[in-house]
């Protein structure tokens, strides 16, 4: 698990970085939740990262800017959006012949990483962890051109379940992509005692990828 440092929009982001196994290996790019409040070493992060490693993918994770030693200050999402997108230009440079890509995210990372998804058209499926979406815009999503998972808990204090049901119910209705919606019993929106079944629900998802 190098550390690396690659330059981004406003000076170097720090990341973590392992390469792929072979030749042609998908890559992925995990993204932390809040700035102002945590980094790329959330468990939930960590987690996502250590299985996708154990899969063979390139695997991304890294802290935007402000964050850590990345340089820059916090950019309401806009500018760690182009922090993403930066993360992944880097990433591709070393992986230009990778198999598919992927995109991971958690709270404010989710909302990210389906802007991401978005500007980006290799990226073929994505996992998003408890997307605030009673606190951001996912109106972009119009249409959403990936298939992916929305994952979040039924305890959650943060994120309504209600908003989480009204974006899943709204991508549902596009043709072309599928989308699993798992809603995990018991658990808050930091997954704090629940972080074996989401970690289970996520590989019983990739499993059935077949990635």
């Known amino acids: 698990m190098p550390d690396v440092i690659f330059t981004g929009p406003e000076g170097r982001l720090e990341g973590r970085y ?40 390139a695997t991304l994770r890294f802290n935007f800017r402000g964050v850590g030693r990345s340089q820059g200050v916090f ?8 922090d993403a997108a930066s993360a992944l230009d880097w990433m591709q440079q070393f992986n230009h012949e990778a198999s598919q890509t992927w995109v991971g995210g958690y709270a404010f990372g989710a909302w990210i990483g389906m802007q991401l998804l978005m500007r980006r058209p290799e990226v ?19 249409p959403c051109p990936s298939s992916g998972i929305i994952i979040d808990g039924a305890e959650d204090e943060v994120v309504t379940g ?11 209705t596009q043709r072309h992509i599928t989308i699993d919606h798992e809603t995990i019993p ?22 059935k990828r077949g990635v």
């Open 162 to 172: 209600a908003s989480v049901q009204k974006l899943v119910d709204k991508l549902k």
């Open 75 to 82: 950019d309401q999402g806009i500018g760690e959006l182009s």
């Open 18 to 57: 392992q390469p792929g196994p072979r030749p042609r290996a998908p890559v992925a790019i995990l993204l932390q939740p809040h700035p102002q409040t945590s980094t790329m070493n959330h468990p939930i992060v960590i987690a996502l990262y250590n299985s996708f490693v154990r899969r063979g993918f």
């Open 186 to 207: 018991g658990a808050n929106h930091f997954f704090e005692h629940e972080m074996t079944e989401l970690m289970a629900v996520v590989d019983a998802y990739l499993d």
């Open 124 to 142: 073929k499926g994505f996992i998003s962890i408890a997307p605030p979406a009673n606190m951001y815009d996912f109106t972009f999503l119009a």
